[in-house]
């Protein structure tokens, strides 16, 4: 990209002159690290695909919203219908606040704050100088492949399953999704880990909701404590105090934590955080390690009062085949119970 290079890149650093009138060259190389903030919803550089936000390829001194095949806001489009070209001075300010700068923009981002970084991220951009093998040339690709593969009218009625549609699930897309554990222990993977490197991931990654002692912070759930408070009027439902199994904490963070993040953590990572979790709850020491070896000799303090809903054996359901639907009491109806206020939704704040 030599030569190109250097020529943008030093117009970049005249135009920063200009802008504030110091002398500071732009820098590419710091730009490519601002551009991490942005390459979440931006692509760059060959193959570059627009993503939430267009590819932002060759787009340095052309008109705005000029990335072919991409859907761009009804407020960029105005822009650019009103003649914004992209250059320093014109990124500079979109970038230091776009939603303020051009109200209406999809591009919920907040803005740089720090000039240098604007400039060094619009240095960066400055080094994509070719279009690449992007959009047109991509959607014509696509759509050659689409072409050729047979219309679902005329595809095999596949012989599989109830509804015969689709394909059977491969046995590598089964394995991806069948992560349930049981109380017993069927369906761990093997691995181990413990309390104590549990304590850093749970700090890292749990405690901003769970709270530095799973006491929870603010109104997300309580993790542990609450022992023996079963039986009051506001039981405090944890891990500890509550639940029956402790399959269903490895499985349920495997599974679902941290918030937002999920299926992030190794299969050790979620061992050590659940013996933390154990340890949180005073029911293993600091140095515990658990394992799928150890795992279903550990027993969690109210399994026991989980019992089988047995209902449908009980001597009254037994004998009565048909439930009584009408006049089944003789005599007038009495009251003689009236549901308490229970009152259990929070005032708003
Ligand atoms: C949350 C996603 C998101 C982030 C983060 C983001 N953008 Fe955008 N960006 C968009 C979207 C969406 C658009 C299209 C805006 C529209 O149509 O109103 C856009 C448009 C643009 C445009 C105009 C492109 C054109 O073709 O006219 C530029 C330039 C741009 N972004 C640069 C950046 C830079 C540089 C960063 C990082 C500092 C960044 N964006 C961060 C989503 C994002
Ligand atoms: C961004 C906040 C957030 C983070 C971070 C987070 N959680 Fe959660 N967690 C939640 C929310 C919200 C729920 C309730 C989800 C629901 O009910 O659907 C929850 C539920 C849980 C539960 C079930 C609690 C119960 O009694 O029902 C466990 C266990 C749990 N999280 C463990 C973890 C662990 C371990 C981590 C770190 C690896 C973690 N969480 C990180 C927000 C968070």
Known sequence: MG????????????????????????????GKLVFGQCAGCHMVGDGAQHRFGPSLNAMLDQPAGSATGYDYSA??????????????ETLDEFLQAPMQSMPGTRMAYPGLNSETDRID????????TSQAATSAESEQAKSTEVEERPLAADAELPSHGVLHIGREATPDEITAWDIDVRPDGTGL???????IDGTDLYDSQCAA??????????????LAGGLDTLTEERPEKTIGSYWPYLSTVYDYVRRAMPFGNARSL???????ITAYLLYLNDLVDEDFV?????????RLPNENNFIEDDRAL???FVAIAEPCMSDCIEGEAKITQRARILDVTPDAE
């Open 3 to 30: 030569k190109r290079f250097t020529t943008l890149a030093g117009a970049v650093a005249l135009s920063l002159t200009l802008l504030n009138g110091a002398a500071n060259a732009a820098d590419p190389e710091h």
């Open 75 to 88: 407020a960029l489009q105005k822009a650019a219908d009103e003649g914004l070209v992209w250059d320093v």
């Open 121 to 128: 991220v619009i240095a960066y951009l400055s080094t994509f």
């Open 189 to 195: 993977p093997a691995g181990s880990g413990s309390a």
């Open 209 to 222: 909701c769970h709270g530095v002692f799973g006491e929870g912070e603010g109104r997300w759930p309580i």
């Open 266 to 272: 190794s299969d050790d990572d979620v061992y050590a």
């Open 290 to 298: 658990l394992s799928s070896e150890n795992f279903s000799e550990i």
């Open 314 to 316: 009980e001597p009254a």
